[in-house]
């Protein structure tokens, strides 16, 4: 919005156009890792099952703690904002 204001709206669209590629960029890379290194980590746990239930239950705990963090971001905005 700023840049259409000021008069440079070429810039603006190139800015808003490199942050997307770069978003992209570093998410695809976040899901080949993960998924190179899922593979890796099923190859090494066969036949171990107490590595099995860790594995199968880390993406709840990750989820779980992003959550509770988000929470707690939540709730400092609310405290800040109403201060």
Request: proline share 1%; charged share 5%; aromatic share 4%.
């Amino acid at each position: 919005m700023s840049g259409l204001l000021t008069g440079r709206a070429l810039d603006a669209v190139v800015l808003v156009l490199t942050f997307g590629v770069g978003m992209a960029v570093t998410l695809t890379a976040v899901g080949v890792v993960t998924i190179h290194g899922h593979g890796l980590l099923t190859r090494r746990i066969k036949g171990r099952a107490a590595a099995s239930v860790v594995a199968a239950w880390t993406p709840v705990a990750a989820g779980v703690a992003v959550s509770l963090a988000g929470c707690l971001y939540l709730a400092a905005g609310v405290i800040v904002l109403t201060a």
